[in-house]
């Protein structure tokens, strides 16, 4: 089991930066595929930007390219999402999530254990 716990969300206005944080607990965090996810009432849970057990490789959805990036420390059982350039389309609750795997997945369905969501408001 990985229990996951996200900090940082909150209201910013738009072209501000927020930085997204979630500590692991439990199982080895640094062999788990780690991604962020966003979801607004009414519509699916979508992918925002993931990672792979070293850190080494990431991929991002095409709404957050250039703008976030995804990390992690291994050491402090965390990884982040640094968010900047923010809209108000990108409010939402984030969630963080954990895959029984080394490879970065990008499917909601492929992640194992998640968190109870931060909420990120930009205002406009």
């Known amino acids: 089991q990985v229990q996951l716990v996200e900090t940082g969300g909150g209201l910013v206005q738009a072209g501000g930066s927020l930085r997204l944080s979630c500590a692991a607990s439990?199982?080895?965090?640094?062999?788990?595929?780690m991604g962020w996810f966003r979801q607004v009432p009414g519509k699916d849970r979508e992918f925002v930007a993931a990672?792979?057990?070293?850190?080494?490789?990431?991929d991002y959805a095409d709404s957050a390219k250039g703008r976030f990036t995804i990390s992690r420390d291994n050491t402090k059982n965390t990884v982040y999402l640094q968010m900047n350039s923010l809209k108000p389309e990108d409010s939402a609750v984030y969630y963080c999530?954990?895959?029984?795997?080394?490879?970065?997945?990008?499917?909601?369905?492929?992640?194992?254990?998640w968190g109870q969501g931060t909420q990120v408001t930009v205002s406009s």
């Open positions: 990672i792979n057990w070293r850190g080494f490789n990431k």
């Open positions: 439990g199982r080895t965090f640094s062999s788990n595929a």
């Open positions: 999530a954990a895959a029984n795997s080394l490879v970065l997945r990008v499917g909601v369905d492929e992640y194992d254990y």
